[in-house]
């Protein structure tokens, strides 16, 4: 929690100095912030569920008004993981970039107080993020339809909103995922009510579930049913809330999400869809749903008047509550006696003769409440609560002390406390001091011995953390419980980690490897000295001088590098492999890769997984003496697979791009995106252009609208890429390819490429296609998803003065590192082309 403030703060205070927002004493010094953000919530019992397919897909300024601007109960549930995507700030790609994706939610939810749910479970779940998707057909044939609507439901029963709508109409300008989520959150409406639907999910205690409104967000100012204004400014949080959205989006920092913008007037439209009740003339938000207690207790008056009374005198309470702002010690009795009321009602309402349905939205409605109150007594009771590990990764039969500092800030006595941790099964927990006391201004530390099961399962990003700590305490008579997690991510992991360099191998049947260095890197993560045995398993017809060898570690964290010197059979056949990585302690086997994840902005995680070298051997003609320039983006690791293909690479540094000798290089070629990313080609692009006019070739892989590129510039003739970019791509990868210069050296020099070249493509054929570009380019494929017209611009290329510029959209870079040979042919050809010139 203290961690989240810090950034949040610091978020607001470098915002609030940005023209256009504005300038005064910093919110903490007007406001306590922290105690207002759980008082909010006691206005009102409705909730609000906003659904989407990835991670950013949440409408920021929206739930931000919702639930800092009135305290209604909202979420954010999202498909996938966005593991699919892009990564704006570093390589990780795949079910590491949906690690990053989803913590970035989890951090920009904290800021407008949303709840952050996906319906994706786990890594390489079925509801994966799989690419740009046009239809909802072709999504939900890969999601699964029957999980996908199923996991939906479940949700839609156990988060019991009110009020749900998709950021997304189902509109073929939209991705396909937004466009799944937005019919099955439709459909959802009616299904979820119904007790024929997934009935197995009663047997755990779910219930129907009938959602009052469901709207989408309106085509146009015209056809909406309901506009609201959300553009205030909130003297609390000294902005407004969509600026308090925008503050949330910085944190989607992989997306390069987040704008400043000023304070003024921002209306939502809305399009209601359907509703549970008879729609009155009142088209307002609310209209027609029981808005707090004193609501509810109007539509009991008839049936159970005794009931009404005491609906009418907790929500007093929870007023009186709310008006002793700021007063910590008010606020701590007043939430005391509301919390007391609330439990007392949820034992009335469960001894009632009100139909079922009744009964559990009441319930619902009630235990929110008790959820809601004992973080509102937690908070004004000024207690803090830090739990720490000496170190915070763990392996299997380990034992470490954990400690829970108890600090309290307020200015009573905190009684009956009552420390604990929570953990996985089969964990012993041994408390060995106690705590009950703490008069104001005193702290105290508990000491947990921890013994971790030999049996422990592996940490994983998406499950709840195998370690937390607990308090309790009772004020007036009511427990209140707190769950805090630990400093940092605590993890369970192997004792060793074994890594290869490089992680995939590519063996040029032509004229197949002497010898190929796999470089084996060993993170020891157990506490103490050890002496793994590292082992390769060699395929058959390979030979190494040695399979196994042993390496000597001292204490935790240390790293050790073994090589392994792999030769393939002289006549290699074409096709793929894997080659299994193992290290040997202490009679177990070790077979994981642990990748640390690791951003200022979302802290530290792990992603699991087998240790193993996949090979893959197919043809590739390398021109002899091509020699290759890559200016890196950053966004992509193709240096590094062309070069383990055998090409002759250097990484271009900025000091090489500002000055350097380019004519060195038969061709320069540029990673994805890379004018984002690299200032120094940026500013130094005429110096690329130069090269290319006294003769060289250059290779620039895409680029999005907006990553710097200047469509009258940054290509040596005009280059306008497609906008808006989700008209502007190939999503199917099996799409077919035309090419339409033959007879170019292109498809020709140094590799014939023919049908086979393009087939086997994961996730997509080219993204942000040309739309626009002068007639000195040419064009050489043509190519279009089912039903659509084709694009011409996949690949183009111009003679400038001596050389020649080429530029492509293909996604060479999803290919190379997914080792389709293909792509490693055909890019291999574009770059060759340089050895023409």
Do not use: C
């Not at 009935?199 to 709207?215: H, M, N, R, T, V």
């Not at 008069?439 to 499950?463: C, L, M, Q, R």
């Not at 090269?691 to 680029?703: A, I, L, N, R, T």
């Not at 290919?815 to 050809?829: A, C, K, W």
Request: hydrophobic fraction near 35%; proline fraction near 5%.
């Amino acid at each position: 929690m203290k961690k989240t403030a810090i950034l949040f703060f610091s978020l607001l205070l470098a915002l609030s100095t940005i023209s256009g927002f504005p300038r005064s004493a910093s919110s903490e010094e007007q406001h306590d912030t922290e105690l207002w953000n759980v008082l909010k919530p006691l206005d009102t019992t409705i909730s609000f569920l906003n659904t989407g397919a990835h991670p950013d897909d949440e409408r920021s300024d929206l739930l931000a008004y919702l639930s800092r601007g009135v305290g209604v109960k909202t979420s954010s549930l999202i498909a996938n993981r966005g593991e699919g995507g892009q990564n704006e700030i570093g390589t990780e790609l795949g079910n590491a970039l949906g690690i990053i994706r989803s913590q970035e939610m989890i951090e920009a939810a904290k800021i407008t107080n949303v709840k952050a749910y996906h319906l994706s479970e786990t890594t390489s779940d079925s509801i994966y993020d799989f690419g740009f998707e046009k239809t909802p057909e072709e999504t939900l044939k890969k999601w699964g339809e029957e999980v996908t609507y199923e996991r939906l439901i479940r949700f839609i029963r156990s988060y019991q909103p009110d009020i749900v709508m998709p950021s997304f109409r189902n509109v073929d300008s939209q991705h396909g995922h937004h466009r799944t989520i937005s019919i099955l959150t439709e459909k959802a409406f009616q299904d979820a009510a119904d007790p024929t639907i997934f009935p197995e999910q009663f047997k755990e205690g779910l219930a129907p579930w009938q959602i009052e409104k469901l709207y989408l967000p309106a085509a146009s100012a015209e056809t909406a049913t309901l506009g609201i204004e959300i553009g205030m400014y909130d003297e609390i949080y000294g902005m407004s809330y969509p600026q308090l959205g925008e503050a949330s989006r910085f944190m989607h920092k992989s997306q390069g999400m987040g704008s400043t913008i000023k304070v003024e007037p921002r209306t939502v439209n809305f399009e209601l869809i359907h509703t549970a009740f008879n729609q009155t003339d009142d088209p307002s938000l609310f209209a027609g749903v029981p808005y707090d207690f004193s609501d509810w207790a109007k539509q009991l008056e008839n049936t159970d008047k005794s009931l009404a009374k005491k609906f009418i005198s907790l929500q007093n309470a929870l007023d009186k509550t709310q008006l002793a702002y700021p007063d910590r010690s008010a606020v701590l009795e007043l939430s005391q006696k509301s919390l007391k009321e609330v439990r007392s009602l949820m034992k009335d309402v469960n001894k009632s003769k009100l139909p079922d349905a009744t009964k559990t939205k009441l319930l619902s409605k009630l235990q929110t409440k008790n959820e809601q109150l004992q973080e509102t007594s937690y908070i004004a009771s000024s207690v803090e609560i830090v739990a720490m590990l000496p170190d915070n990764v763990l392996t299997a039969g380990e034992e470490a002390t954990a400690t829970v500092t108890i600090t309290n800030n307020g200015t009573a006595n905190l009684k009956n406390l009552s420390p604990s941790l929570i953990s996985d099964k089969d964990w012993q927990i041994v408390q060995t001091s106690k705590v009950s006391t703490l008069k104001p201004g005193e702290s105290a530390t508990i000491d947990f011995k921890v013994t971790v099961p030999k049996d422990a399962a592996y940490y994983h990003a998406y499950n709840e953390p195998a370690l937390q700590a607990e308090l309790t305490f009772k004020e007036l008579g009511e427990e209140v419980r707190h769950i805090q997690n630990f400093e940092g991510t605590v993890a369970v992991l192997p004792e060793f980690s074994v890594t290869t360099d490089p992680t995939s191998v590519v063996v040029n049947t032509l004229h197949p490897q002497q010898e190929i260095p796999i470089k084996v890197q060993v993170k020891n993560y157990q506490d103490g000295a050890a002496e793994p045995t590292i082992k390769i398993d060699v395929p058959e017809g390979w030979t190494t001088p040695s399979n196994e060898k042993k390496v000597t570690f001292t204490k935790k964290y240390e790293t050790q590098e073994v090589v392994f010197h792999l030769t393939p059979p002289a006549k290699m056949m074409e096709g793929s492999l894997e080659i299994a990585i193992t290290a040997e302690w202490n009679g177990k086997q070790f077979t994981s890769v642990i990748q640390e994840i690791e951003y200022d902005h979302i802290g530290k995680y792990y992603l699991e997984s087998k240790a193993q070298l996949n090979a893959v051997a197919f043809e590739l003609n390398i021109p002899e003496k091509l020699n290759v320039g890559y200016i890196e983006s950053g966004f992509d690791t193709v240096a590094d697979e062309l070069t383990n293909a055998g090409m002759n690479i250097t990484k271009l540094s900025p000091a090489d791009v500002e000055s350097g000798d380019l004519s060195q290089f038969d061709t320069i070629v540029v990673g994805i995106r890379a004018y984002l990313s690299r200032e120094d080609l940026f500013e130094n692009n005429d110096r690329l252009l130069k090269y290319v006019e006294d003769g060289g070739h250059v290779v620039m892989q895409y680029h999005k609208p907006n990553d710097n590129w200047n469509a009258d510039s940054s290509a040596p003739f005009k280059l306008v890429i497609g906008n808006p970019s989700i008209k502007w791509r190939v999503t199917d990868e099996n799409a077919k390819v035309t090419v339409t210069q033959p007879d170019s050296t292109l498809f020709s020099f140094p590799n014939k490429v023919g049908d086979s070249d393009w087939a086997n493509w994961v996730q997509e054929r080219g993204l942000y296609y040309p739309m626009e570009w002068a007639s000195n380019f040419e064009t050489f494929v043509s190519m279009a998803d089912p039903d659509e017209s084709p694009f011409e611009g996949g690949i183009l290329m111009a003679k400038h003065g001596k050389g020649t510029y080429l530029y492509t959209n293909l996604v060479f870079y999803r290919q190379t590192q997914s080792q389709v040979p293909g792509g490693y042919r055909i890019l291999t050809n574009l770059i060759s082309h340089g050895v023409n010139n």
